[in-house]
């Protein structure tokens, strides 16, 4: 099975509907990069090894303008590359700065003054592995087990603004909210009912209630 790549996707007349760009401007944002991918990537390798599955810089770029332009998730990308969301995610780490110094590209979420005021902020925990070392440092005592947070801010409609860093699952939320120095004292969002300490930093919070056992 033939899979997708830079190669077989440049003459495609659905090249700039699908990444932004004409096959000339990605050529010379290709010539622009070149030079710092064999300094900062290329170079850094402690050994030459396997190559990378996704692709040299040309399926790299290509791969961060599809995410970019179409906001589409890197499962997605990966099955398009016959490869695994990490393989994505790894690729992308490599590119995203990148680009960023670079070329000035960068994923700029827009978000109105109206929705900024009604953000929902919520954190999610999914399990991970116990680690060999530290163990207490990633137990999750609500969720009585090992997990990693996150926190996501989204806007009443469902569409997604902003996703934290990764924290242990023993980090509580405000706790992680001052660790990234994030200014919410303008902002009044809809506050998971376990955060009860939002009042600190929000002068008027919306928490929603829950109710008793006894009355469910």
Known sequence: MKHFSYAGF??????RVLTGVTPDVFQTMIERLRPHWRKRIVAAKKRSGRPWRV???EDHLLVLLLLYRGAITQDFVACLYGTDQSVISRALRRIENLAARVLGVKRAIRVSREEAAALIFDCTEPPIQRSCRQQRCGYSG???????KTEIALTAPGRIVSISRPAPGNVHDITRDDADRRSQKTLMPMSIAAIRGCS???????C???EAKRNR
């Open 10 to 15: 440049q003459h495609k007349r659905q090249f």
């Open 55 to 57: 692709g040299e810089l």
């Open 142 to 148: 609500k969720k009585k087990c090992h997990t990693i």
């Open 200 to 206: 600190k930093i929000i002068p008027i919070p919306n």
């Open 208 to 210: 929603p209630t829950r």
